[in-house]
């Protein structure tokens, strides 16, 4: 279930956690850490608001030097705080700086799933590839035809030769964001040879989805919040041994599956996020028409009929969705899917089906499905996620946990007619800001329930030193157990909606397996 918020009051929590917030803009990252009783390390920095959506942020500096004095501790801004939050992407050499008891918010080597071209290229690799099992097959349909023309212009001619004809492309900066530099047309090879060669290099060529699920005659997409907290299988760091590379192999004899570090979660709440004008199969007449096909916010908000439903019903009265405006919530989009009428899409033949054999609504056949695509997207990465990891020394030593690194994700998400779900593009660093009280009430949510997950795994400030991590770590009450937050796990090893069934799981391996052999 999602827990509600409703400016609750701050927390005395039995830990003292410092967030060091000092390089990132986001302001609801501060207001999660205090609503949790944690405390937040600004540096320097002279933006931050004496309060944020009516929670005060003023008082930091003086209830942190209160809550170190009172442990008994020297505390230092630069080391101390156990979670570091920054809006940019981290390189290997950065985590291997950290030590045991940090946790800091990107793991190197990302960009392998964030990076458009470089995803799509690798996805594409495998889709192409003639062995594939039918059920591998089936859900790579998941991610459309996608080509770099810098390197696979041949394989693109070839593609729109292959078509009927009636295809649409949809062309986008590799690097690009809040919808710049998007272009939809019939006739993408016309638009790469107006290109200059930089542009051409920066490019990513898609299949465009013509027939999306609408709402109120208008295209909209998903931004799902999606955690990543390990990548590696840990053990507990070793009291009083200190593991080098040469004898870390010998450290522990546990036998492991690739698979088994991953622990993969997707939050329930989210963001729909509407297009301002009502949507039409794509034509020369109307591609060029941005708030039509693009759902990107930054592209809808300028328009005139924009608006944005302010629901306070959390805080007494009615039942808390948004059912109106340009940014509804999930509960909105359950209720609309699950009264979707019969004859309004085609059911997928045992797409329902769980490992228990249960079948579930409609919208938690939606749910299953977009948490396969999900899995698949973090899988064809993994690889190369556990190799900058492992090379980092950031699972073995004191800091054999393998916890040192989670990272917060915005998977962008369209829904076909069908209700299956078509990945758009993974963001390493979603937006936080938050310009509106729905923003902030569902951003402030998935924040919070990040601090939780990782609550468990992170000491409090007076058992940072190797050795008293080591002993806490290894011990019952090192760790509170996973606590009831708004994310489900849908890892390879997840019991949750029924568990991953084994033809399932046959194919999250060897989409692994395919994965980890690209170049």
């Known amino acids: ?41 600004d540096g320097d920095r002279e ?27 020297k505390y230092d801004a630069a080391i101390s705080p156990q979670i570091l939050w920054l809006d940019k992407s981290v390189v290997g050499s950065r985590v291997a700086t950290l030590s045991c008891f940090h946790r800091i918010n990107h793991f190197a080597g990302m960009h392998v799933i964030a990076r458009k071209a470089v995803l799509f290229r690798r996805l594409m690799r495998i889709r192409r590839q003639p062995d594939l099992a039918a059920p591998l097959s089936h859900a790579l349909a998941s991610f459309p035809w996608s080509f770099t023309p810098s390197t696979e212009l041949l394989l693109l001619e070839r593609f729109i030769s292959d078509c009927d004809g009636g295809d649409i492309f949809i062309l986008k900066p590799n690097k690009g964001c809040q919808g710049k530099g998007i272009v939809v047309t019939p006739e993408p090879l016309r ?69 088994d570090g991953l622990k993969l979660f997707v939050h329930y709440d989210g963001l729909v996020r509407i297009c301002t004008e ?13 708030n039509m096909h693009l759902t990107n916010y930054a592209v809808n908000k300028t328009a005139g009929n924009f608006a944005i439903e302010e629901v306070d019903a959390d805080c007494g009265g009615g039942d808390g969705v948004t059912r109106e405006g340009n940014k509804r919530d999930f509960k909105f989009l359950e209720e609309y899917i699950n009264a979707l009428p019969s004859d309004s899409y ?32 973090v899988l064809s990465g993994l690889e190369v996620l556990q190799r900058e990891f492992v090379g980092a020394g950031a699972s073995r030593g004191s800091r054999s946990d393998a916890q040192n690194c989670f990272e917060l994700l915005g998977f962008d998400v369209l829904l076909t007619e069908d209700l299956e779900p078509v990945l758009m593009e993974v963001n390493h660093s979603p937006s936080l800001f938050c310009e509106s009280k729905f923003d902030f009430r569902t951003k402030q949510r998935v924040v919070m329930d990040v601090f939780r997950t990782l609550e468990p795994y992170v000491p409090s400030i007076e058992n940072c030193r190797a050795d008293s991590y080591a002993i806490l770590q290894g011990s019952s009450s090192g760790r509170s157990g996973d606590c009831a937050t708004g994310f489900r796990q849908i890892s390879p090893t997840r019991v949750e909606g ?22």
């Not at 827990?3 to 609801?28: D, F, G, Q």
């Not at 004496?50 to 009172?70: D, K, M, R, T, Y």
């Not at 490992?355 to 939606?366: F, H, L, Q």
């Open 1 to 41: 279930m999602i827990n509600e918020l409703c400016h609750p009051s701050i927390r005395t929590p039995s830990k003292c956690i410092v967030v060091a917030c000092a390089n990132t803009r986001y302001h609801v990252v501060r207001t999660a850490a205090v609503q949790l009783g944690w405390h937040v390390e």
């Open 47 to 73: 933006d931050v608001p004496p309060s944020f959506h009516g929670i005060s942020l003023g008082e930091q500096p003086n209830s942190l030097s209160c809550a170190v004095a009172s442990r008994g501790i």
């Open 191 to 259: 638009v790469l040879s107006r290109m200059t060669p930089d542009e051409m290099n920066d490019c990513l060529v898609q299949q465009y989805v013509t027939r999306p699920l609408c709402i109120d005659r208008k295209k909209f997409d998903l931004r799902i919040y999606v955690l990543i907290t390990s990548v590696v299988e840990g053990k507990p760091p070793r009291r009083g041994l200190h593991c080098t590379s040469a004898t870390a192999n010998k450290c522990d004899k546990k036998t492991t599956t690739p698979l």
């Open 278 to 290: 009502d949507y039409a199969f794509p034509s020369e007449a109307n591609c060029r028409h941005e």
């Open 346 to 377: 085609t059911e997928t033949e045992g797409v329902c089906s769980t490992a228990d054999g249960s079948v579930g609504s409609r919208w938690s056949t939606v749910l299953r499905r977009i948490d396969r695509c999900i899995l698949l997207t």
């Open 498 to 519: 029924g568990g991953w069934t084994e033809e399932e799981m046959e194919m999250f391996r060897d989409m692994h397996t395919r994965a980890a052999k690209l170049r």
